[in-house]
């Protein structure tokens, strides 16, 4: 049974930095897509950016020049790295993986910027 494992939310104050990761427990084969979606309370999920299997990515509006997301093929993880964050970008950041056996999403990490 394949496992998304994301680590690395916390508490933050604005203009600070913060690194998510995310590894698959168990096998998955041919991932194509890796992404970060992120849900505030009281708002849809909505995709913060992507990458594909060459690394080709693209990122939401609201977070370009200060999120880059990246991915290990090897490993099958994916990384965010966050900079000069702003309360505005405080959700459960969710990383998903798509692969030819399916869509698997994480479970969430919280992420909290504070003015």
């Known amino acids: 049974q394949v496992q998304l494992v994301e680590s690395g939310g916390g508490l933050v104050q604005a203009g600070g930095s913060l690194r998510l990761s995310c590894a698959a427990s168990g096998s998955i084969f041919r991932t194509n897509l890796m992404g970060w979606y992120r849900q505030a309370p009281g708002k849809q999920r909505e995709l913060v950016a992507g990458?594909?299997?060459?690394?080709?990515?693209n990122y939401a509006d609201s977070v370009k020049g200060r999120f880059t997301i990246s991915r290990d093929n090897a490993k099958n993880t994916v990384d965010l790295q966050m900079d000069s964050l702003k309360p505005e970008d405080t959700a459960v950041y969710y990383c998903?993986?798509?692969?030819?056996?399916?869509?698997?999403w994480g479970q969430g990490t919280q992420v909290t910027v504070t003015s």
């Open positions: 998903h993986f798509s692969a030819v056996t399916g869509g698997y």
């Open positions: 990458i594909t299997s060459e690394s080709r990515t």
